[in-house]
C-alpha cells in the first residue's frame, strides 16, 4: 500500500470516526448544534503563493435542503509525494 493511499484512508476512517461522535454528542445533548473548527495549510498547488484553508462546521438547517448523507464530503487527489 503506498503512503498517499494509507493517508487517503486514514483520512476517511477519522472523518466516519468524527461523524459518528458528533451525532451521538448532539443526540445526548453534549455538545452544541454549531461547531467549527478550521486551519491553513501552509501550500496550495493550485494558486501561486496560495494555502489551503480547511474547514469542519455544523450548523442547524432544514433536513430537506441537504438529506442523508452516506459519506464524508471528502476528495483525496493523487499527486502527493511518490
Not at 494509507?6 to 476512517?13: F, L, Q, S, V
Not at 448544534?33 to 438547517?61: D, H, M, N, Q, Y
Request: charged share 30%; with cysteine; net charge neutral.
Amino acid at each position: 500500500m503506498s503512503d498517499a493511499t494509507y493517508r487517503k484512508e486514514r483520512i476517511e476512517r477519522l472523518l466516519h470516526e468524527l461523524r459518528y461522535e458528533v451525532e451521538r454528542g448532539m443526540m445526548e445533548g453534549e455538545i452544541e448544534e454549531t461547531l467549527l473548527f478550521a486551519f491553513i495549510v501552509p501550500i496550495g498547488k493550485s494558486l501561486a503563493g496560495g494555502v489551503v484553508r480547511c474547514e469542519f462546521r455544523t450548523r442547524p438547517t432544514h433536513f430537506a435542503l441537504f438529506g442523508p448523507q452516506s459519506k464524508p464530503g471528502l476528495q483525496v487527489i493523487d499527486g502527493g509525494k511518490s
